[in-house]
T-cell receptor
Framework: QQQVKQSPQSLIVQKGGISIINCAYE??????FPWYQQFPGKGPALLIA?????SEKKEGRFTISFNKSAKQFSLHIMDSQPGDSATYFC?????????????FGKGTKLSVKP | DSGVTQTPKHLITATGQRVTLRCSPR?????VYWYQQSLDQGLQFLIQ???????AKGNILERFSAQQFPDLHSELNLSSLELGDSALYFC??????????????FGPGTRLTVT
């Protein structure tokens, strides 16, 4: 069964620190890997995404690192702020296939302490 | 604001009943996806429509059905509701069906409570 495994389940980071969330996938047909941020009572919001032709993508304080051979990817949040406190979901999909639906990890609840 | 709208925001109903959840995609988006979010199962894909046609099915129960109308809005119908159907239901939209850039934008969700 297609799966995306995400860790840790929860994370506490001091303000200004680096938050790192990891994901691993099984299906080598996956070719699109987005990260979503979800605040309580809100829908998931697309944060940043990567495709396997690059090993890293950076947008502001958010960076995705991608390791195709290990089938792993991670989200790094630099200079973490209290406003970053939310649940983060990694996901994967096979855009080149017949289905574009996202397979989500279980989520990481991030708390950034002031 | 993602541009995807969902109604109602909250829905409370009894077991055995039937409800309809509504979603309007972002302007220009032809694909609509439905996802269910629960504490134990996380975010799970239910079904996708592209330009009025069913494109993909996930873990959708036979008691659930969906459709996409000519104006591209979509409805998710849940029938013979059980306590376990209580969850957040999200709609997402994107431009492409598959095979191309497929950034999905999520609506605010409908919280369904079955009592």
């Amino acid at each position: 069964q297609q799966q995306v495994k995400q860790s840790p389940q929860s994370l506490i980071v001091q303000k200004g620190g680096i938050s790192i969330i990891n994901c691993a996938y099984e299906n080598t047909a996956f070719d699109y890997f987005p990260w979503y941020q979800q605040f309580p009572g809100k829908g998931p919001a697309l944060l940043i995404a990567i495709r396997p032709d690059v090993s890293e993508k950076k947008e502001g304080r958010f960076t995705i690192s991608f390791n195709k051979s290990a089938k792993q990817f991670s989200l790094h949040i630099m200079d973490s702020q209290p406003g970053d406190s939310a649940t983060y979901f990694c996901a994967a999909s096979n855009e080149g296939g017949s289905q574009g639906n996202l397979i989500f990890g279980k989520g990481t609840k991030l708390s950034v302490k002031p | 604001d993602s541009g995807v709208t969902q109604t109602p925001k909250h829905l409370i109903t009894a077991t055995g009943q039937r409800v309809t959840l509504r979603c309007s995609p972002r302007s220009g988006d032809l694909s609509v996806y439905w996802y269910q979010q629960s504490l134990d199962q996380g975010l799970q894909f239910l079904i996708q429509y592209y330009n009025g046609e069913e494109r993909a099915k996930g873990n959708i129960l036979e008691r659930f059905s969906a459709q996409q109308f000519p104006d591209l809005h979509s409805e998710l119908n849940l029938s013979s509701l059980e306590l376990g159907d209580s969850a957040l239901y999200f709609c997402a939209s994107s431009v492409a069906p598959a095979g191309g850039p497929d950034e999905q934008y999520f609506g605010p969700g409908t919280r369904l409570t079955v009592t």
